[in-house]
């Protein structure tokens, strides 16, 4: 019954190539996020999405792009591989806010990314 | 950038109790303090938030100064398994402002 799960947890791969992971949430949220963690261990926001709107942090690369076949799924494709992109992927889920503010994110167990 | 500033690292004795600060003296009126942890090679968990008053829950306490410019985590008893990463973030609500923007942490050490 785990809340967020994403797959693969492992990912070793080479540069050039083109890959997803993917990030499903069970816990009827509408808000989705993946995040980047390199390896000084700073953890950064690529993207989130919901319905209505994607935002993109502007740091993003046009190579990565999320694609969200429903509202429980939000899977990450990343074309043309570096070997910068070697980092831990995390996919996060939150329910919209609405007008408290309050948007707790729940987090997967993350996807290790290794680029050759 | 993060608006947060903690220690890089603290150590605590099992079972005793973990106090973490973080100063946030930009936060604007209608911005939460949220706690969030990261245990080794784990996704990060939520653990509290509060946005002027005191919360307690069953993980931690939040301790917010009445200005709002800084905070305390409690872990009461603090436990080997609270070995970890904490971070302190403030964060609006609304689009981009929602998102949880993480500064580098205070390592957590619990020790026998």
């Known amino acids: 019954d785990t809340a967020v799960s994403q797959t693969p947890k492992y990912l070793v791969t080479q540069m050039g190539n083109d890959k997803s992971i993917k990030c499903e949430q069970n816990?009827?949220?509408?808000?989705m996020y993946w995040y980047k963690q390199d390896s000084k261990k700073f953890l950064k926001i690529m993207f989130s999405y919901n319905n209505k709107e994607l935002i993109i942090n502007e740091t993003v690369p046009n190579r990565f792009s999320p694609k969200s076949p429903d509202k429980a799924h939000l899977n990450l494709h990343i074309n043309s591989l570096e070997l910068g992109d070697s980092a831990v992927y995390f996919c996060?889920?939150?329910?919209?806010?609405?007008?408290?503010?309050?948007?707790?994110?729940?987090f997967g167990p993350g996807t290790r990314l290794l680029v050759l | 950038d993060a608006k947060t500033t903690q220690p890089p690292s603290m150590d605590c004795a099992e079972g005793r109790a973990a106090n973490l600060p973080c100063n946030h003296s930009?936060?604007?009126?209608?911005?939460?303090v949220y706690w969030y942890r990261q245990i080794h090679s784990q996704g990060p968990q939520y653990i509290i938030h509060g946005l002027k008053n005191n919360e307690t829950n069953e993980m931690a306490s939040l301790i917010i100064t009445e200005d709002r410019k800084s905070s305390t985590l409690i872990l009461p008893h603090a436990t080997l398994r609270d070995t970890a990463v904490y971070y302190c973030?403030?964060?609006?609500?609304?689009?981009?402002?929602?998102?949880?923007?993480f500064g580098k942490g205070t390592k957590l050490s619990v020790k026998p």
């Open positions: 973030i403030v964060r609006g609500y609304g689009g981009s402002q929602g998102n949880l923007i």
């Open positions: 930009t936060i604007s009126g209608n911005e939460y």
């Open positions: 816990l009827g949220h509408d808000t």
């Open positions: 996060a889920s939150s329910q919209d806010p609405g007008t408290s503010g309050i948007k707790t994110q729940y």
